[in-house]
């Protein structure tokens, strides 16, 4: 027995799957592009474990330590990290006390592998600068420099900066990409539905 196709049933012209096809990508094309985003797109909160401690050799001599944790945000903004709030104490000779406002208020930009806070009063402030930019690893402090009053410049003995949590990013691209798939091949069963 031979089975036959019938041929009376109209098909659409090639063209209009691919229209249907172009189309559906220019919808979610702008949606993806949207939700692109790095590894590390969300504010990081670091705590320094080991403190951070460097040697000064005077006058007075003695030993900075550093203390606390500081929130950073490594992609806040196009010209680089952002620092969202700081709260560290330093015990030593050359300007003990907490420092819990970032250099430039709350969400000021930040070089990489930097960070720059004051105290309250802005009487004096420092710098901690890191061995690589910071993200969702650990990195070690490897200097230490004292900006106000005094420039003092100490090489850290040790001290990482530990991210407290590790930020994830949902996948969301996919989800929307395969949410586009999924309405192109409805609308395409769809119209075959239509046509027969």
């Known amino acids: ?45 670091y705590n320094l ?10 006058p007075p001599p003695g030993v900075e330590q550093i203390t606390g944790t500081f929130t950073l945000d490594p992609t806040g903004s196009l010209f680089g990290p952002t620092l969202n709030s700081v709260n560290l104490t330093v015990t030593g000779p050359v300007s003990p006390g907490t420092y819990d406002i970032p250099l430039g208020g709350a969400g ?25 930019p910071l ?3 650990p990195d070690n402090v490897i200097r230490i420099g004292f900006f106000s009053p005094n420039i003092i410049n100490i090489t850290a003995q040790q001290g990482t ?14 989800a929307l ?4 798939l999924g309405l192109f091949l409805l609308r395409r069963r769809a119209g075959r539905r239509h046509t027969g």
């Open 1 to 45: 027995m031979t089975t036959r196709c019938r041929q009376s049933q109209q098909r659409r012209p090639s063209g209009t799957n691919l229209l249907g096809l172009c189309a559906a990508m220019a919808l979610a094309a702008p949606a993806i592009l949207a939700t692109l985003s790095p590894a590390a797109a969300i504010p990081i909160t």
């Open 49 to 58: 474990s080991p403190p951070v401690m460097g040697a000064v050799a005077g």
């Open 108 to 132: 000021a930009i930040q070089s990489p592998g930097e960070i720059d806070v004051t105290n309250a009063g802005a009487t004096a402030g420092f710098s901690l600068f890191f061995a690589n």
């Open 135 to 137: 993200g969702n690893a």
């Open 161 to 174: 900066a530990v991210p407290a949590t590790s930020a994830v990013p949902e996948p969301t691209s996919l």
């Open 177 to 180: 990409l395969g949410g586009a």
